[in-house]
């Protein structure tokens, strides 16, 4: 083996081993502590910007307090894509710095299944909770979504990965977490919600079933035995 082959070699196996491939079908990250460290970085193969997409997942979290569900930051722009919960029946979705608010019915301490489109064209956005639609808002009509993004659960990012803030974490379950690159329809929607194999939408941007990540610190992969 000549050098340049040995040097491509140690650099391939490194990458393997730090950014695993796996199916995570029926598991959950359990984040079972509040820190400002520990957190699970998305690794998405998505190169071009975004336009449209759909982002589902699972969480289980028994917090009052505000948290970052989905935190998307890219170089030099705080909140390019967050998911968060401002507290029990709020949540709210930012895209490029700004937000828009959904308020749900919902008691403090059930599982709840989540998902969030958007469409540059119109801004609207939707948000859907355990299958059922919340009152559609507008957001960055015209936007375009940088890609590349350094994608986070467990934190919220102030700057391109880091800055977290102990007061934002997650400490819980999530699963499921699958992103389009397309707003989905009602019908897919529920496919998603009732956690069925047959979706024929393949997720193009993240899928649960292959997901390429890197855990940092105290999170746990367990069966999710909430749903
Ligand atoms: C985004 O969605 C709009 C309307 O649904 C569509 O016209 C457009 O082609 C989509 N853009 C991309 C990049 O897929
Ligand atoms: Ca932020």
Redesign the pocket.
Known sequence: MDMQMLLIFVFTSLLSEAFTQTDLGGKVFVFPTESSSDHVKIISQQEKPL??FTLCLRAYSDLSRAYSLFSYNVEGKDNELLIYKERTGDYSLHIGGRKVTFKVMETLLSPVHLCASW???TGIVEFWINGKPLVKKGLRQGYTIEPRGSIVLGQEQDSFGGEFDKSQSFVGEIGDLDMW???LSPEEILFEYQGSTTNPTYPNILNWKALHYEVNGYVIIKPLVWN
């Open positions: 336009q449209n469409e540059s064209s690159d397309s707003v």
